[in-house]
């Protein structure tokens, strides 16, 4: 395991699908195999909160991104808006 943080990178992608995963889990979509019922921690709130979080990133980084990156964060916000507004209805 690397401790020297000077050696180690995260890429723009793995920070997107980081807040990604968790606004997913926070809707209550849990992992392969488990079923809604079972998914624990469905929090909107949390849920709302990663989005957003997304949503300032795709401000923030506007006209820096490479073309991968802003298909990566337009298709993860618009799949994620689509969860949430699933799960709002519930």
Do not use: P
């Not at 991968?68 to 969860?83: C, F, G, P």
């Amino acid at each position: 395991m690397k401790t020297d943080f000077s050696e180690q990178t995260v890429e723009f992608s793995q920070l997107v699908l980081g807040f990604s995963s968790a606004a997913l889990h926070y809707l209550g979509e849990g992992t392969a195999g488990e079923s809604k019922q079972v998914a624990k921690g469905t929090n909107i709130a949390l849920a709302r909160q990663n989005i957003e979080i997304i949503r300032m990133l795709k401000t923030k980084t506007n006209g820096n991104l490479n073309s991968d990156e802003t298909k990566l964060i337009d298709a993860v916000l618009t799949d994620l808006m689509l969860k949430f507004h699933e799960a709002s209805k519930k």
